[in-house]
């Protein structure tokens, strides 16, 4: 694992700090945010606001498999997609990987390969990454093999999602588009439809299968909730299984239950920064606007989250410091992590700079590791390095 950044002051900013925007200073020492007197680097011009944590990403999957059939070293994909993570921002991320009864990339198989990749990669991961399941409901003969995998890899986050009534339509409207499904996930149309079959047939277990998942997972401290919720009916059966997470429900009715279920919901970023669901669900500025919406993951692109917090600053919808935190402290209260989230001494030295005119992200800090560094920033931390080692040749 890199060693973290020597003891540093960063001065001259505005630091987004207890809910506001001052002018003050941001120490870090030893991986923490710190306080004392220490080696400055002045960062007029910019924002220095808490590391971004991101709930749900799959756009490590085109680093893997940028193409359709064109597939690359597991562990060379997920590496670069840390980085272009790092790129925006991130410092915490979970990439969301399938545990499917479609097969390919989205099969057990899959899961299990990636979650060895990721456990291997750990050390040379510059922020935290983490991994998320999806876990589709009407793959109840996978359960025990499930928890399995969720116990030996520490897997802290699995979501219940539940594609089979898309996966019918898709099969009866167009065989074309049932193919091209097929193809993106790296099967033959007729295994897919054989493996949808199989799954119809599974309908009547799947209650009692996502019981004894929830229990399983309540035992060993995983968050979990749903993906794609249609109703507030649906919401509700998932809540009282104790799925107390509502991801990317696609109705207004669906968000509005969840929130008088006191169920947190995430929405993608993308959406917030087009303006509408790329699939025509519930566009996610309207949820926020009306409070149904508490905090904002990647999905399928990274670049979003910052671009969501200030799309939502440019519409008037919130203040940056309401706005950022839809993807900073927010996220992080959802899954339980106190040490991140925020800026105060204590906490994990989780940083995101940002140049204040061109709005650019130029430097990540990830527990006190340099996980990105650009543009006029990098300038001016190469500067005060070079300082700090005069100083010390002179002494």
């Not at 969840?258 to 993608?268: D, S």
């Not at 970023?269 to 500025?285: D, K, L, M």
């Not at 519409?315 to 959802?334: D, F, H, K, N, Q």
Request: net charge neutral.
């Amino acid at each position: 694992m890199s060693a973290t950044l020597p003891p540093l002051r960063l001065v001259g900013a505005t630091v987004l700090r207890d809910g506001a925007l001052q002018r003050r200073s941001v120490a870090i020492a030893d991986g923490r945010i710190t306080r004392g007197p220490l080696p400055e680097v002045d960062l007029s011009g910019y924002l220095i606001l808490p590391g971004i944590v991101d709930l749900h990403g799959d756009a490590f999957e085109r680093h893997v498999m940028p193409r359709a059939g064109a597939a690359f070293d597991l562990q060379q994909g997920l590496l670069s997609a840390e980085r272009e993570a790092a790129a925006n921002g991130i410092t915490t991320c979970w990439f969301a990987q399938g545990w499917s009864w479609e097969g390919g990339h989205r099969s057990p198989d899959a899961a299990e390969a990636l979650l060895a990749a990721h456990a291997a990669l750990r050390p040379r991961f510059l922020t935290d990454v983490r991994v998320q399941l999806r876990a589709e409901t009407h793959l109840v003969d996978e359960g025990l093999r499930l928890i399995a995998a969720v116990t030996r890899w520490r897997v802290d986050f699995v979501v219940f999602n539940d594609h089979l009534a898309e996966a019918q339509e898709v099969r009866r409207r167009s065989a074309a588009d049932f193919a091209l499904w097929a193809r993106k996930l790296g099967v033959a149309p007729e295994a897919l439809s054989q493996a949808l079959v199989a799954a119809e047939r599974r309908a009547r277990e799947v209650p009692r299968h996502l019981c004894r998942l929830a229990e399983a997972f309540d035992d060993l401290g995983v968050a979990y909730g749903s993906h794609d919720d249609p109703d507030g009916e649906t919401r509700e059966r998932y809540q009282m299984i104790g799925a107390r997470i509502a991801e990317f429900p696609s109705t207004r009715r669906a968000a509005a239950a969840a929130r008088a279920m006191g169920a947190p919901v995430l929405m993608g970023a993308p959406n917030v920064v087009r303006g509408r669901s790329h699939s025509g669900n519930v566009a996610a500025r309207d949820l926020i606007a009306e409070g149904l919406c508490d905090a904002l993951v990647s999905d399928y692109h990274y670049p979003a989250l910052p671009a969501a917090a200030w799309a939502l600053v440019d519409a008037g919808l919130l203040p940056l410091e309401r706005a950022w935190a839809m993807i900073s402290t927010r996220p992080a209260e959802v899954l339980g992590l106190p040490d991140r989230g925020r800026i105060a001494p204590g906490l994990r030295a989780d940083l995101t700079v940002v140049n204040a005119e061109t709005r650019a992200v130029e430097a990540t800090i990830a527990g006190g590791r340099l996980a990105y560094l650009a543009g006029d920033a990098a300038g001016r931390f190469l500067s005060a390095g070079l300082q700090a080692r005069s100083a010390a040749a002179a002494a």
